[in-house]
């Protein structure tokens, strides 16, 4: 992260401490996670989170330049996730509706699986500064396209029923996907892959017994 | 609101003046929802509320006894409208089906014609302090079970596929409708009722033609 590193002297360091520093990052990281998800990002101090993590009141700003720059970092590699398997799904071989289902099951295991930092995703992320959300904005509206030409695909192709709009479909199917974090329990009846797979189900075969 | 009026003499008022008093009132809650929508929670203060209603400083509590109480009002004057609709369709003579798409219309469509409540509802009600947030809990949780319910019951008759996990499907139905505030906006190409409808027949029919 460029802001925070701005303390660290410019010499490149030996491997080992270079190592040591990243996983003392993803220390803070977690730790500032962790503690944003328990009590809410508005109530917790860059302060708390150094005393969580046994650092001296004068280092704290060594590892944490502020608690925005923590939010956006979280943010951010929840979504390189995202940026990832998404990548991947275009680029596959599929049929437009293996893609959905592909997405719908992988982006809602995804949810439940990081469920601190899906969280603080939801709740938080008008907290950035306004340049800052705009990059995820449109990360987002580039996932919204992408479901609607692949449903737009299957119409052509008569997969889809023909009367399905395309755009509020995938805005339905964001907000079920999306709204996983607000329920799911680690270690309950069914496991983050098992709900998504039941989410792909319910959005391409409904709930109906067809004409029943 | 009980708190609110605690400033208020106890004899009772002349109809007339109960009047003029019961719309100021809802002036004030307006005023605050749409502050609330537009500048945030945390960032609106009381005093900004009662400088938007042209209240004098000192005046402002004889309106206003605290922001959380505003934000609580309005919460439950959101779901109050909810309550009287959910109460309706679970005393009606349809199905249980017939129930689930009247339950998803109605909802959806509520949810996007009180954008300011609704959106106030879903960032906010975190900012209750708990035992207000038991009671919206408690509303919520007697709805997932109807939900549920009704799934079971059409399981029953054979209208709704046997593989559906109810519960999960009630989460995936709820997700789904209350994500509308994200994104509706007001005047545009469907009105509230035509998404209410797109998303009943979502969840019930799916994406996919049957077969293909």
Do not use: C
């Amino acid at each position: 992260m460029a802001r925070a590193g701005s303390a660290v002297p410019e010499e490149p360091a030996p491997p080992r401490r270079r190592r040591k520093q990243h996983s003392r990052r993803q220390e803070v990281l977690d730790t500032a996670a962790r503690m944003f998800f328990e009590r809410g990002y508005e109530a917790t101090t860059t302060q708390d989170i150094g005393a969580a993590l046994g650092l001296l009141k004068g280092s704290v700003y060594y590892y944490i330049s502020s608690k925005q720059d923590l939010l956006f970092e979280l943010i951010q590699q929840y979504h390189e996730d995202t940026r990832s398997y998404f990548a991947e799904i275009l680029e596959s071989d599929g049929s437009a509706v293996d893609k959905l289902r592909e997405l719908i099951t992988v982006d809602t295991a995804h949810t439940a699986r990081n469920l601190e930092r899906s969280t603080l995703f939801y709740l938080e992320w008008r907290s950035l500064p306004l340049e800052r959300q705009a990059v995820i904005i449109e990360e987002r509206a580039q996932h919204e396209h992408a479901v609607q030409k692949w449903i737009v695909e299957a119409q052509a192709a008569g997969r889809i029923r023909p009367e399905v709009d395309p755009k509020i479909a995938s805005f339905a199917i964001f907000g079920m996907v999306n709204s996983v974090y607000r329920w799911f329990t680690p270690g309950g009846r069914k496991s983050a892959e098992e709900i998504g797979e039941d989410f792909a189900d319910l959005v391409l075969g409904g709930l109906l017994v067809p004409g029943a």
